[in-house]
C-alpha cells in the first residue's frame, strides 16, 4: 500500500514563506503527476500546483502563479511546494497527491494534509 505523507505546515506571517514537501512510500510503485491541491476552511478543495513524472511540465492556479513553485524528486519519490510572499487568503490545509500506477490503472493517492495559517 501506498502512503504519500506531508510537512512543512506551520504558522506564518504575512509576506513570508514556507515549503512543503510529501513523500510518497511504500512497496515498489511507479508514480505519474504529482502536485498540491489545499482547501480553505468552509471552502471546497482546490489545485495549487502539478508536476509531471518528468518535471517538464508544471501547472499553477493563477492565485499563487509566480509566487509557489512546485518541483519534484524523482528518486525519492517527493514533491516539493515553494511557498513565497504568502497571504492570509493562502491559509489552508495543503493535501498533496500523486497519480500511481496500480492493478493496471493509474490511481490517485492523498496525503492527509498540513495546515499553513498565514496571519500577524
Known amino acids: 500500500q501506498v502512503q504519500l505523507v506531508e510537512s512543512g505546515g506551520g504558522l506564518v506571517q504575512p509576506g513570508g514563506s514556507l515549503t512543503l514537501s510529501c513523500t510518497a512510500s511504500?512497496?515498489?510503485?511507479?508514480?505519474?503527476?504529482m502536485g498540491w491541491h489545499r482547501q480553505a476552511p468552509g471552502k471546497q478543495r482546490n489545485l495549487v500546483a502539478t508536476?509531471?513524472?518528468?518535471?517538464?511540465?508544471?501547472n499553477y492556479a493563477d492565485s499563487v502563479e509566480g509566487r509557489f513553485t512546485v518541483s519534484r524528486a524523482k528518486a525519492n519519490n517527493t514533491v516539493y511546494l515553494q511557498m513565497n510572499s504568502l497571504q492570509p487568503e493562502d491559509t489552508a490545509t495543503y493535501y498533496c497527491?500523486?497519480?500511481?500506477?496500480?492493478?493496471?490503472?493509474?490511481?490517485?493517492?492523498w496525503g492527509k494534509g498540513t495546515l499553513v495559517t498565514v496571519s500577524a
Open positions: 497527491y500523486a497519480e500511481i500506477w496500480n492493478m493496471g490503472t493509474w490511481v490517485e493517492y
Open positions: 508536476i509531471s513524472s518528468s518535471a517538464r511540465i508544471t
Open positions: 511504500g512497496s515498489k510503485f511507479i508514480t505519474n503527476t
